[in-house]
């Protein structure tokens, strides 16, 4: 299969790129193919301009960047997202890349106040991570604002089938190396689940 991963944070040491290296070797590992697209390192402009909201044509061609990270997408079997929640949100760099990117007549139509997604027959699955316990974002709702707004608002909307929300909770600057190891073997199980011989669904041709 044909993997586009998708990773925002700015420090390259950082561990949610730390979780998006893992993944990726593992992915390749797998007998995947994987191309992983760093957006703070590919210095991609997150800001969406007054002359892509309107409808592409020959006197408003679409931006290239977008042309180029919607090919990516159309290339792959699976997108993976990858990022750290900030203030439950997404990242704006993340969020800059789903603004232009899932742009309409991509991503999706709408008509009458329904959304179609125009993305269907692909997978993805959505990894990230917060400061804050799970148990608690669960007790408080807001992860299921978390899930309403960028599971099935996104990733569903567009006709993704979205195979896992991974989520890593709790970290803090100063993990132990033994628990950040922990994290990296989840990571990886999760691109071995969904992707592996074994799995369901699971393919290795693309
Ligand atoms: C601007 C900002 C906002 C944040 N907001 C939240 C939040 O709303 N809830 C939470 O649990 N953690 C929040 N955090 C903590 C991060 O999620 C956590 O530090 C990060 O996921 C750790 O991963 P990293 O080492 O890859 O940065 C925030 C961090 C930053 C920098």
Request: proline letters at 4%.
């Amino acid at each position: 299969m044909k993997h586009l991963i998708v990773a925002a944070h700015p420090a390259i040491d950082s561990f949610t790129m730390a979780l998006t290296r893992a993944y990726a070797e593992e992915l390749e590992a797998l007998g995947h193919t994987q191309r992983t697209r760093d957006l703070y390192r590919m210095g991609f402009d997150p800001v969406l301009a007054a002359h892509e909201l309107l409808p592409v044509s020959a006197a408003h061609p679409a931006s290239a960047d977008v042309v180029a990270a919607q090919d990516e997408i159309w290339w792959a079997d699976a997108l993976t997202v990858i990022y750290p929640l900030w203030w439950l949100s997404m990242p704006a760099m993340m969020k800059g890349y789903i603004d232009r990117v899932f742009a309409r007549g991509f991503a999706y139509e709408s008509a009458n106040g329904t959304v179609h997604g125009l993305l269907s027959g692909k997978q993805a699955v959505s990894i990230t991570v917060s400061g804050a316990p799970l148990p608690m974002l669960v007790k408080s709702g807001d992860w299921t604002a978390v899930q309403a707004l960028q599971d099935t608002h996104i990733l569903r909307s567009a006709g993704f089938e979205l195979l896992e929300h991974l989520h890593f909770d709790e970290v803090a600057p100063q993990l132990s190396a033994e628990v950040v190891d922990q994290h990296l073997a989840r990571v990886r199980s999760c691109a071995s689940r969904h992707f592996g011989e074994s799995a369901t669904g699971g393919r290795l041709a693309s």
